[in-house]
T-cell receptor
Framework: AQKVTQAQTEISVVEKEDVTLDCVYE???????LFWYKQPPSGELVFLIR??????QNEISGRYSWNFQKSTSSFNFTITASQVVDSAVYFC????????????????FGQGTILTVHP | EAQVTQNPRYLITVTGKKLTVTCSQN?????MSWYRQDPGLGLRQIYY???????DKGDVPEGYKVSRKEKRNFPLILESPSPNQTSLYFC????????????FGDGTRLSIL
């Protein structure tokens, strides 16, 4: 079975602070994909990033950066110099692949982390 | 514009009254899925479909039905809704199963009284 844990239920920061959202995953498969989605107060789900299990390169996109570490099964997300517009629920998700398995390609979400950025 | 369209966006109804939430995508995606979102539980998959006439259960299929008669449409049917099905529902589609990001609809908030 695959599992995603986002241990931080809620995080509250003041604007311009850096904040890291944790994501820990479990899978026995060697081929898998990890995703981060953002859900702003308006409710839609917005795709942020995808990583596959063979690419441990960290990524930076503007104020966002992602740290993927297979050794600790983590895919953490950092927002630098947070802004009020970053306030949202953030979801980490995993899809794993193994031939013949019941979870082939199925997307499993973490519980979500509610981020509130105060002005 | 590439999109996944769900209807209705909001619905308040009563226990036992059959309802259907429609979902349509215009991206020619083969893979479609339904999720429900509940506080503290994230998104949980209800049903998914890998192509026309091919559907399978997700993690929480009890009380729901789906059909995939056309590639673009994937309706969610609650034949006898109950209050524990009050939730926020999302339809999603993607080009492949699990490798590509999913495109989500705007969500349907259902309240079953």
């Amino acid at each position: 079975a695959q599992k995603v844990t986002q241990a931080q239920t809620e995080i509250s920061v003041v604007e311009k602070e850096d904040v890291t959202l944790d994501c820990v995953y479990e899978t026995r498969d060697t081929t898998y994909y990890l995703f981060w989605y953002k859900q702003p107060p308006s409710g839609e789900l917005v795709f942020l990033i995808r990583r596959n299990s063979f690419d441990e390169q960290n990524e930076i996109s503007g104020r966002y950066s992602w740290n993927f570490q297979k050794s600790t099964s983590s895919f953490n997300f950092t927002i630098t110099a947070s802004q009020v517009v970053d306030s949202a629920v953030y979801f980490c998700a995993l899809s794993a692949f193994h031939a013949g398995g019941t979870s082939y390609g199925k997307l499993t979400f973490g519980q979500g982390t509610i981020l509130t950025v105060h002005p | 514009e590439a999109q996944v369209t769900q209807n209705p966006r909001y619905l308040i109804t009563v226990t036992g009254k059959k309802l259907t939430v429609t979902c349509s995508q215009n991206m020619n995606h083969e893979y479609m899925s339904w999720y429900r979102q509940d506080p503290g539980l994230g998104l949980r998959q209800i049903y998914y479909s890998m192509n026309v006439e091919v559907t399978d259960k997700g993690d929480v299929p009890e009380g729901y039905k789906v059909s995939r008669k056309e590639k673009r449409n994937f309706p969610l049917i609650l034949e006898s809704p109950s209050p524990n099905q009050t939730s926020l529902y999302f339809c999603a589609s993607s080009l492949t199963l699990g490798r590509e990001p999913q495109h989500f609809g705007d969500g349907t908030r259902l309240s079953i009284l």
